[in-house]
Nanobody, 125 residues
Framework: QVQLVESGGGLVQAGGSLRLSCAASGRTFSTYVMGWFRQAPGKEREFVAAISRRGGNTNNADSVKGRFTISRDNAKNTLYLQMNSLKPEDTAVYYC??????????????????WGQGTQVTVSS
């Protein structure tokens, strides 16, 4: 079993920055692909970014390219999402997720086996 706990969300003005963290426990962190997804009120969960097991490959949604950076520290069992130049449309609950079934940083939520409880990010205009 894997437990994922997000932190770092909050309220920020447009143009500001936040860094989300996702602490993992329960299984060797470096054995699974990790991703970030988000869900805004009334909308479906959408892909944000994903990273390979060792961090050598990343996959980013077009909407966040050049603004968000995903990274991981396998020694600390932690996933990160650095979010810069935030926009009001980035407002959502952000979830981290782990996958044992995909060998590539997938954009597909159904390929992720474990999910955190989410952290709220609100960007004011």
């Amino acid at each position: 079993q894997v437990q994922l706990v997000e932190s770092g969300g909050g309220l920020v003005q447009a143009g500001g920055s936040l860094r989300l963290s996702c602490a993992a426990s329960g299984r060797t962190f470096s054995t699974y692909v990790m991703g970030w997804f988000r869900q805004a009120p009334g909308k479906e969960r959408e892909f944000v970014a994903a990273i390979s097991r060792r961090g050598g490959n990343t996959n980013n949604a077009d909407s966040v390219k050049g603004r968000f950076t995903i990274s991981r520290d396998n020694a600390k069992n932690t996933l990160y999402l650095q979010m810069n130049s935030l926009k009001p449309e980035d407002t959502a609950v952000y979830y981290c997720a782990g996958s044992f079934t995909t060998g590539w940083p997938s954009r597909v939520p159904g390929q992720y086996d474990y999910w955190g409880q989410g952290t709220q990010v609100t960007v004011s205009s």
